[in-house]
């Protein structure tokens, strides 16, 4: 039985902050929902101590706010907390861009490709999930070559709260960020332009900010 241990702690706070940070982020638990943390603990399969745990991560990042000794519930759903969380995450998307194209490797190149085929056939598709699914599987192959953690972990923060909007927007019949961006994107890592690239990042990410208005 050596193989079964106990869960560590911070696993489990970390279970309950992603499935918690997911449902929000997909509507799921929809802007202005008051939470509980019994109500999730239960759902999730958890005691409360990792949710709440949760909770204060996701306060901390703007998607649940709290008033102590009353409510904890999700914030809504705010066009100028958009922009700045896209401005932000636009430009450590240009860092990690500008450090990532001298490392990148034929195989990375033919792993961004693939993203962007499925990142088509999604929209294409009206999936989504799967584009979204699809585009971070792009971008994030930029992240992990750029090698900057501080920047992939701020990236990472704000996402979320770009996601929640584009969810919506697409959901209603909204415009989805191109393939041929993306493409063109490719196209600049592939032949070593860093600069060109950077600035193919940058367009992408100031389509977000203005995605807010």
């Given at each position: 039985?050596?193989?079964?241990r106990p869960v560590p702690r911070t696993l489990l706070r970390d279970r309950a902050y ?196």
């Amino acid at each position: 039985m050596e193989a079964i241990r106990p869960v560590p702690r911070t696993l489990l706070r970390d279970r309950a902050y992603e499935a918690i940070r997911d449902a929000i982020v997909a509507g799921e638990i929809v802007p202005g929902a008051v939470v509980r943390d019994a109500d999730l603990a239960e759902r999730l399969g958890l005691s409360r101590a990792p949710v709440r745990d949760a909770f204060s991560r996701l306060v901390d990042e703007g998607l649940l706010e709290s008033k102590p000794q009353s409510y904890t519930r999700v914030t809504p759903l705010v066009a100028a907390d958009v922009r700045d969380a896209a401005a932000v995450v636009g430009a450590m998307h240009e860092l990690a861009t500008r450090a990532a194209v001298p490392r990148l490797t034929a195989a990375d190149i033919t792993a961004m490709r693939a993203a962007n085929e499925r990142f088509a056939a999604a929209v294409d598709s009206g999936d989504v999930e799967a584009a979204l699914r699809a585009d971070d599987a792009l971008h994030d192959v930029l992240v992990r070559a750029g090698g900057n953690r501080a920047a992939a972990a701020t990236a990472a923060r704000y996402t979320p709260l770009i996601r929640r909007l584009e969810r919506r927007r697409f959901g209603e019949g909204g415009s989805c960020r191109s393939a041929g961006l993306h493409e063109r994107l490719i196209k600049a890592c592939e032949a070593g332009d860093a600069a060109g690239a950077v600035r193919v990042t940058a367009e992408i990410w100031r389509g977000l900010e203005e995605l807010a208005d």
